[in-house]
Nanobody
Framework: QVQLVESGGGLVQAGGSLRLSCAASGRTFSTYAMGWFRQAPGKERNFVAAIRWGNGRTYYADSVKGRFTISRDNAKNTVYLQMNSLKPEDTAVYYC??????????????????WGQGTQVTVSS
């Protein structure tokens, strides 16, 4: 059974940093791509960043480019999202997701077939 478990969320002041982790199990992830999405109260779920597990190629939403970094640890089957220079508008539940790697990275939620339970990130002003 494929499972994604996020951790690392919390409360931080504006300008601070957090690192989210997504521990993956149940499949051979070398042929998959991973994504981070976020959803603020009353809003739709939006793309944040994605990474191809095999070659490490990354893709970011414009709103986080230069502040967030997605990475993966093959030995630990874990994907990370390092978030720096956090802003109040980054407040949301952050979700990790997985999809088969077809050679391109996707920002579309329907393209991902497995999702974690989410972790809350709150940035105070």
């Amino acid at each position: 059974q494929v499972q994604l478990v996020e951790s690392g969320g919390g409360l931080v002041q504006a300008g601070g940093s957090l690192r989210l982790s997504c521990a993956a199990s149940g499949r051979t992830f070398s042929t998959y791509a991973m994504g981070w999405f976020r959803q603020a109260p009353g809003k739709e779920r939006n793309f944040v960043a994605a990474i191809r597990w095999g070659n490490g190629r990354t893709y970011y939403a414009d709103s986080v480019k230069g502040r967030f970094t997605i990475s993966r640890d093959n030995a630990k089957n874990t994907v990370y999202l390092q978030m720096n220079s956090l802003k109040p508008e980054d407040t949301a539940v952050y979700y990790c997701a997985s999809r088969r790697d077809y050679g391109t990275l996707s920002r579309e939620t329907p393209d991902y077939d497995v999702w974690g339970q989410g972790t809350q990130v709150t940035v105070s002003s």
